[in-house]
């Protein structure tokens, strides 16, 4: 049976912790499951077109090239751009959970423009860093 589900040409895979802590943070944030693999604690989620793969950390893991510790993806951050940035401040809040850079404008130059967006950034339960961001 053919996936009628377009995936986009880069979706990072990241492993966590707990998948049920993981499930449960970003569903609070408007993601949706867009399908899972209970057996091998695995989820597929999906965010106004960002997609994400989140897989439960697992003794032997064949693409492990270290030690995997808190904070996890150290060395990168997922820019996540949505419609509404309020409205995840606001699932944010609704959870208690801490901002690492509050809400601001920052602007970047490309090679003829200038990108006005509003962002913040977060960690996810296992440090992952988060920027959602909203284009002005």
Known sequence: MKSKMKFNSLVPELIVSSIDKSISFYKSLGFKIEYERKENKFAFI???????????KRDKE??????????????????????????????????????????KINSYKT?????????FLIQDP??????FSQTL
């Not at 492990?64 to 409205?87: L, M």
């Not at 090679?111 to 962002?119: A, F, M, V």
């Not at 296992?126 to 920027?131: E, K, M, N, T, V």
Request: aromatic letters at 8%.
């Open 126 to 131: 296992d440090g992952y860093l988060l920027r």
């Open 111 to 119: 090679d003829k423009s200038i990108i006005r967006c509003k962002e």
């Open 46 to 56: 999906s965010l106004e077109g960002s997609q994400i793969m989140i897989q439960e």
């Open 62 to 103: 064949e693409w492990k090239t270290a030690d995997i510790e808190y904070p996890f993806g150290r060395g990168i951050n997922f820019q996540i751009e949505v419609k509404d940035i309020e409205k995840i401040l606001n699932d944010l809040k609704k959870i208690s959970w801490p901002l690492k850079v509050p809400l």
